[in-house]
Every structure is written in C-alpha cells, then in structure tokens.
C-alpha cells in the first residue's frame, strides 16, 4: 500500500559526508514520525534519528553534532545529512514512515524501505 525508496548511499573517505533521501508514496493520508535507522554487520538495527510531523527531532547520541535528519511534508520525504563520518557509521540504513491510509486517515502502519548501504573507509 506504501512504497518508501531510499537513495543516496555509497561509499564515502572518513570525514567526508553524505545525504540520504527516503520518499514516500502510495495510499497515504497522512504520516506522522518518520525516521532513521541502521544496521551493521552482526548487530541489531538501531535507530539514528527521527523527526515528527511537527518538526520536532531526536539523535542517537552517537550521531548528535554530525547528523541532520528533516523532511519534506509536501514531497512526503524525510533527509539525513550525515557529516564528519567515521567507520563505525558503515551501515545499512533504512527509513521507517509511520503513515495513515484513505479514507479516514485513523489507521496507522508502520512502514519500511528496502535500504540503502553506506560504507565509510578509513
């Protein structure tokens, strides 16, 4: 019902930045937090950021300072600008929407994308 594509990984020197893009579409209504997450080889997924609908944000203490996350109400799209990269921020990162449906707009699902890696070599 929901489709979330994220973009913008790769492989980046450490220190150097990179800007993912996770956009939204399908049978929404409306969405309400959106947000970040990644997983490393061997470990469980972990969040990094979230943002509401408000605009109101959280940071994982270990991306605090380096990270930005925003969105784009009218696109349905939430950004992460990750700056001043380090190794251990090698991931898959993956966006998580959480998103109402039409008509009514009173059920909500949480919804994820496929993910997208971003490598960072020292």
């Known amino acids: 019902q929901v489709q979330l594509v994220e973009s913008g990984g790769g492989l980046v020197q450490a220190g150097g930045s990179l800007r993912l893009s996770c956009a939204a579409s399908?049978?929404?209504?409306?969405?309400?937090?959106m947000a970040w997450y990644r997983q490393a080889p061997g470990k469980q997924r972990e969040l990094v950021a979230r943002?509401?609908?408000?605009?109101?944000?959280n940071y994982a203490d270990s991306v605090k300072g380096r990270f930005a996350i925003s969105r784009d109400n009218a696109k349905n799209t939430v950004y992460l600008q990750m700056n001043s990269l380090k190794g251990e921020d090698t991931a898959v990162y993956y966006c998580?929407?959480?998103?109402?449906?039409?008509?009514?707009?009173?059920?909500?699902?949480?919804?994820w994308g496929q993910g997208t890696q971003v490598t960072v070599s020292s």
């Open positions: 998580k929407a959480v998103v109402s449906h039409p008509p009514h707009g009173s059920i909500w699902h949480d919804y």
């Open positions: 943002i509401t609908s408000g605009g109101n944000t």
């Open positions: 399908g049978r929404i209504f409306s969405i309400d937090t």
